[in-house]
T-cell receptor, first 125, second 108 residues
């Protein structure tokens, strides 16, 4: 059974950095990209970027290009997301999710079939 | 930049049908996926590739697409369907993903 288990809640001051980890199990870690999505209080889902566990390659939403780093440790099947220079508006629940490829014959697409439980990151002075 | 537009809220009585829309330019050329998010929980995919249902999702929940609008339909709505619903597409050119703003379904 597929599981994504995230690290615990964090409280940070403005300007600090935070690292959230996502430990996976129940499947071959290198076979599926890991995505990071955040949700500010009372707001919708915001895509941040992904990491390819096989190559370590990454792709970020433009909004986070300068502040986010995504890494993986294949020895422990874990992906991590670092966000630097935190501001008050970075207060959110951060989710990791597994990307699933769906082959429809003449095309393919991707969606998120398993999610972590979420990690609350609070930025407060 | 590409935008997916959803109504902020939809309200229906138990047993009725809820319809949630997701609009976007040229959405007909993209695969649309739908997620249900109950309060305090992580999202769960309920429809992928416009109209396919993962195992365990009831047949009361279905997806469709016509023109520039994708639609999530929930028939015989129950109290447990009360949640936020998000549409999502993947852009092949940039390998980026985008979510709609979400629709809060209230069961009256």
């Amino acid at each position: 059974q597929v599981h994504l288990v995230q690290s615990g809640a964090e409280v940070k001051k403005p300007g600090a950095s935070v690292k959230v980890s996502c430990r996976t199990s129940g499947y071959t870690f290198s076979d599926h990209f890991i995505y990071w999505v955040r949700q500010a209080p009372g707001q919708g889902l915001e895509w941040m970027g992904w990491i390819n566990p096989k190559s370590g390659g990454t792709n970020f939403a433009q909004k986070f290009q300068d502040r986010v780093t995504m890494t993986r440790d294949t020895s422990i099947n874990t992906a991590s997301m670092d966000l630097s220079n935190l501001g008050i508006d970075d207060t959110a629940v951060y989710y990791c999710a597994r990307r699933k490829r769906h082959d429809a014959g003449h095309y393919y697409t991707y969606y998120f079939d398993h999610w972590g439980q979420g990690t609350q990151v609070s930025v407060t002075s | 930049s590409y935008v997916l537009t959803q109504p902020p809220s939809v309200s229906v009585a138990p047993g009725e049908t809820a319809t949630i829309t997701c609009g976007g330019d040229d959405i007909g050329s993209k695969s649309v996926h739908w997620y249900q998010q109950r309060p305090g929980q992580a999202p769960v995919v309920v429809v992928y590739d416009d109209s396919d249902r993962p195992s365990g999702i009831p047949e009361r929940i279905s997806g469709s697409k016509s023109g520039n609008t994708a639609t999530l339909t929930i028939t015989r709505v129950e109290a447990g369907d009360e949640a936020a619903y998000y549409c999502q597409v993947w852009d092949a050119t940039s390998d980026h993903d985008l979510f709609g703003g979400g629709t809060k379904l209230t069961v009256l």
